[in-house]
Nanobody, 114 residues
Framework: QVQLVESGGGLVQPGGSLTLSCAASGFTFSSSTMSWYRRAPGKERERVAQISSGGDSTNYADSVKGRFTISRDNAKSTVYLQMNSLKPEDTAVYYC???????WGQGTQVTVSS
């Protein structure tokens, strides 16, 4: 059974940084493309970053490009999202997702506010 457990969210001031983690289990993590999504209040869920199974290819939403970095550790079955220069509009619940799997984890709340 696929399990995705996000952690690392919290309250941070504008301009600050956070690193999110997603611990995965129940599938062959090293063979799976992984993504981070977010859903802000009143908005649709959007994909913010994606990383290939080997970690050699990444892509980002324009809104986070240059500020967020996705990475993975296949030995730990964990995907990360390093978020720098955070803005109030980054406030959202953040989720990781396995490619071609419809389920979601519980998410982790990120709030950017002074």
């Amino acid at each position: 059974q696929v399990q995705l457990v996000e952690s690392g969210g919290g309250l941070v001031q504008p301009g600050g940084s956070l690193t999110l983690s997603c611990a995965a289990s129940g599938f062959t993590f090293s063979s799976s493309t992984m993504s981070w999504y977010r859903r802000a209040p009143g908005k649709e869920r959007e994909r913010v970053a994606q990383i290939s199974s080997g970690g050699d290819s990444t892509n980002y939403a324009d809104s986070v490009k240059g500020r967020f970095t996705i990475s993975r550790d296949n030995a730990k079955s964990t995907v990360y999202l390093q978020m720098n220069s955070l803005k109030p509009e980054d406030t959202a619940v953040y989720y990781c997702k396995k490619y071609a799997y419809s389920g979601w984890g519980q998410g982790t709340q990120v709030t950017v506010s002074s």
